[in-house]
């Protein structure tokens, strides 16, 4: 059984402030401890290899502030910044002249982004300046440093091991999601207000994304639908509004903070928004909401503990919406089966969507996985459960997400080769298509 303090220690470790996507974040930051390491000189080569998951989440996304996308614009910036101590904020530091700088540099070719075939999350920076060599490896999390070196110094050593999730806080395996939750309810609401900036942060990008139609405008042109009389203005378009709106916002490379859940600031607003939006039509108390927040923070943290940080399955739907309805089961009074319920119906509901990087167009995902977490909520406390006899569905929710674990890794690792193989190549035409209009241009 673990602590009170442990489970509080497992949801601080899984949520926190993060800018923009955390994949180019995460490579920034690994840049930062390489540059940081090198010394007051600007290195004049960077490498970073990174895992195909890290590199598939940073190939179409926006860099906050800086009207580019991708990692190497993140890798440059992070060497520029070189303060690691911002974390997954780092990217909220730069200055216009900066993102000049940091545009040269891939101009010259100081920056170069590899592939590399390992398994789970995966950042390496090496770092040169005339004089000196400096690497950082980030393994198993966004934020978790495993290895830092200076001229082939150890600074920092550390072992990691599974998904990266469990090892930075504590084990999984021998706890269960009933435990976890009644831990939960124990532990003092002072302890657990400092979710109220989840709460804050995510509602500002949510309304962010409204107001100033960021992305492709999802949960902007939702709430067209809902003005218009052609969408109802219920619980479950409200939360699937909420929700797009703040990932329209995240993914146009806005300057706007989210609180992110395991690593991920998608996670973050799936996990938190559909939670606060049943609340505030259902009038919650708020220290009833916020209490939701852990348990939907722990449900996520603890499904990702099993599928691994990145995989090829959406994490938004199978762990941070299946959280989030676990949260508002009870919240709405639902009993400890009706929450096991709502996990099983989930997973038997969304399992199957993929992921296929970060973009503008992952609003729509997290609009899908919205609705169908409130209204799985709803269906569950009226004792709709998926029978255990169906596919991949356990008698526990713990079996069924084990399931859902062997499903992602190994089951999906030749998926994510194929999906990341297609988007590759559309690059590479991408180019190609780019380089034709620019020679048939100057023809003319």
Request: net charge negative; glycine share 10%.
């Amino acid at each position: 059984m673990k602590s009170q303090e442990q489970v509080l220690a497992f949801i601080r470790a899984g949520v926190m402030p993060a800018l923009g996507c955390t994949e180019p974040g995460a490579v920034a930051l690994a840049v930062a401890y390489a540059q940081q390491a090198l010394g007051a000189e600007l290195a004049n080569k960077i490498t970073v290899s990174v895992d195909p998951n890290v590199y598939k989440n940073g190939l179409a996304v926006g860099i906050p502030g800086t009207g580019k996308v991708g990692l190497p614009i993140a890798a440059s910036l992070g060497a520029l910044i070189a303060n690691p101590e911002q974390q997954l904020s780092l990217l909220s530091n730069h200055t216009p002249e900066m993102v000049e700088q940091a545009e040269r540099m891939i101009e010259a070719g100081r920056i170069s982004i590899v592939l590399n075939e390992s398994q789970g999350l995966y950042i390496e920076a090496a770092a040169s300046s005339d004089i000196n060599e400096s690497r950082a490896v980030i393994a198993g999390g966004h934020t978790n440093l495993v290895s830092l070196q200076r001229n082939g110094t150890d600074l920092v050593r550390r072992i990691i091991n599974g998904s990266g999730i469990s090892s930075m806080a504590f084990n999984t395996d021998d706890v269960s999601i009933a435990e976890l939750i009644q831990m939960v309810e124990t532990i003092p609401y002072s302890k657990l207000v400092f979710l109220e900036e989840c709460i804050n942060m995510n509602k500002n990008a949510a309304a962010a994304g409204i107001e100033g139609r960021l992305g492709m405008a999802v949960g902007a042109h939702l709430q067209d639908l809902v003005n218009e009389g052609i969408l109802s203005d219920d619980l479950i378009v409200y939360a699937k509004i909420l929700t797009a709106a703040g990932a329209d916002a995240r993914m146009s490379g806005e300057n706007i903070p989210v609180m992110s859940v395991a690593g991920s600031g998608n996670h973050g607003l799936t996990a938190v928004l559909p939670v606060v939006a049943v609340a505030e039509r259902m009038d919650a108390p708020r220290e009833t909401l916020v209490r939701a927040l852990a348990i939907s923070a722990i449900t996520t943290l603890y499904i990702k503990s099993f599928t691994g940080s990145l995989s090829a399955l959406c994490g938004c739907a199978v762990a941070a919406a299946t959280g989030a309805s676990a949260a508002i089961v009870w919240m709405l009074g639902g009993d400890m089966g009706q929450i096991h319920g709502t996990i099983k119906n989930m997973v038997a509901n969304l399992t199957g969507m993929i992921c296929d990087g970060g973009k503008v167009g992952c609003a729509l995902k997290l609009a899908t996985a919205a609705g169908v977490c409130v209204e799985t909520a709803m269906l569950t406390l009226k004792n709709v459960i998926v029978p255990n006899s169906n596919g991949i569905i356990f008698p526990s929710a713990d079996a069924t997400i084990r399931n859902l674990g062997m499903i992602s890794n190994p089951g999906m690792l030749f998926t994510d080769k194929i999906i990341l193989d297609i988007m590759l190549r559309k690059g590479k035409l991408d180019s190609e298509n780019a380089a034709i209009k620019t020679a048939v241009e100057a023809a003319v």
